[in-house]
Every structure is written in structure tokens, then in C-alpha cells.
Nanobody
């Protein structure tokens, strides 16, 4: 089971860190991705980290690649997504998902396990 947390109301230009905590299995052997679903839009890949620690950043928003950092702490069975600084277009629900594949993928159909999302609202 995966559980995303850390969402809420965030001011533009502030700092946002989301957490994805895994229970019931060991995270170390899995690649994990973060996905963003903006209001009225489809779920899209944001970033991913493989079981070996390689990282990938996706996204169409201008500058998103410079603002997003993904990391993992296998000892805590947790994946983090840092967004600095958050912008209004980052508003939406964020989901984390895991796959037993060793590579990263931006598409939702490559992931086997999904958690409930966490809602982020970026607004002043």
C-alpha cells in the first residue's frame, strides 16, 4: 500500500515537499513515480526514481524540470517529491505509484501499485 501526504494550501514561491510512504512491501526493489492530475485534466507523470536511484523528470510546464527533485529513503520506505518554488499550475492531486520494473516511465499504465492522492492548492 502506498500513501501520499504533504499536500494542502501552499503559497506561490514557497516550498512544497510531498511524501509517499509504503507499507506491506519493501520499497527498495521498486521504481516509484509521482503523477499530477490538474483539475479537469488527465493524470500525467512528474518524476520517477528507479530502484537503483536513477532519476527522471517529466512534465510539460515551463521550468518544471528545474523545480522538481525526487529522492528516496529506503530505510524509511518513503519517496519524496520537492517542488521549489511551487506555482499555480502545480495545483491538483498528486499520486505516487510503484512498479517492479527497473526503469522509469511517464505513463500510468506501467505502474502496478497506486496510492490515494494528496491535494495541493497553490494560491496566495
Amino acid at each position: 500500500q502506498l500513501q501520499a501526504s504533504g499536500g494542502g494550501l501552499v503559497q506561490p514561491g514557497g516550498s512544497l515537499r510531498l511524501s509517499c510512504t509504503v507499507s506491506g512491501f519493501t520499497l527498495a526493489g521498486y521504481s516509484v513515480g509521482w503523477f499530477h492530475q490538474a483539475p479537469g485534466k488527465e493524470r500525467e507523470g512528474v518524476s520517477c526514481i528507479t530502484s537503483g536511484g536513477a532519476r527522471a523528470v517529466y512534465g510539460n510546464s515551463e521550468g518544471v524540470r528545474d523545480r522538481v527533485t525526487i529522492s528516496r529513503d529506503n530505510a524509511k520506505n518513503t519517496i519524496y517529491l520537492q517542488i521549489d518554488p511551487p506555482k499555480s499550475e502545480d495545483t491538483g492531486v498528486y499520486y505516487c505509484a510503484a512498479t517492479g520494473r527497473r526503469a522509469c516511465y511517464p505513463s500510468v499504465d506501467r505502474y502496478d501499485y497506486w496510492g490515494l492522492g494528496t491535494l495541493v492548492t497553490v494560491s496566495s
